[in-house]
């Protein structure tokens, strides 16, 4: 099925442990996204890209590392994890232009649950 | 910056009972657009419906509908003839024009009682 396909879709990681959460999309969306989502917080925006080779911050970009090399694929990195990283990691990706996502909008993966202990 | 808030952190109706979800925002631009997203237990997120600001009507969406006060920072949603499976968290969303992405409410967590 085509859409968006987050891996792994569970993880426990030590504190100071790395890892890599991977987006893919087969939709040829040029616009990707990573939110984190807390209890009571709802999702906050960690990183986003709009085109293959860019990336930018977001609301909360501490702690993360992105790379876009392939539009396809947008991976999120933890380089030395900590407790407050426990959450669920959502990528979403979009059509471009102004308009695009209004017009067409956002499609999510499913998720990711971290937790580090 | 934008901020979505939503005052009601969990709401209880019985079936086949109409309720609102609250949800008010601040910006300073003027071209936006505006949606509420649910989501299941699945954790999936779900488009329920969109509006766009300088659009007067209000959006429908079956038993979705939304109103939309644009002067007073205000976009409610309506659930008509509740049913079991509307038992999720509603979030309501903002967004400007261009690749900035979505900003989220805090949330509601909606139990509909049979």
């Known amino acids: 099925n085509a859409g968006v396909t987050q891996t792994p879709k569970f993880r426990v990681l030590k504190t100071g442990q790395s890892m890599t959460l991977l987006c893919a999309q087969d939709m040829n969306h040029e616009y990707m996204y990573w939110y984190r989502q807390d209890p009571g917080m709802g999702l906050r925006l960690i990183h986003y890209s709009v085109g293959e080779g860019t990336t930018a911050k977001g609301e909360v970009p501490d702690g993360y590392n992105v790379s876009r090399l392939k539009k396809q694929n947008f991976l999120l990195g933890l380089e030395s994890a900590a407790p407050s990283q426990t959450s669920v990691y959502f990528c979403a990706s979009s059509y471009s232009g102004v308009l695009a996502p209004a017009n067409y909008g956002y499609t999510f993966g499913s998720g990711t649950r971290l937790t580090v202990v | 910056a934008q901020t979505v808030t939503q005052s009601q952190p969990e709401m209880s109706v019985q079936e086949a009972e109409t309720v609102t979800l609250s949800c008010t925002y601040d910006?300073?631009?003027?071209?936006?657009?505006l949606f509420w997203y649910k989501q299941p237990p699945s954790r999936q997120m779900i488009l329920v419906i969109r509006?766009?600001?300088?659009?007067?009507q209000n959006a429908t969406e079956n038993r979705f509908s939304v109103n939309f006060q644009k002067a007073a920072k205000s976009f409610s949603l309506k659930i008509s003839d509740s049913q079991l499976g509307d038992t999720a968290m509603y979030f309501c969303?903002?967004?400007?024009?261009?690749?900035?992405?979505?900003?989220f409410g805090k949330g509601t967590h909606l139990i509909i009682q049979p």
């Open positions: 509006q766009e600001a300088y659009k007067q």
């Open positions: 969303a903002f967004m400007k024009q261009g690749a900035d992405g979505l900003t």
């Open positions: 910006t300073s631009e003027s071209n936006y657009y």
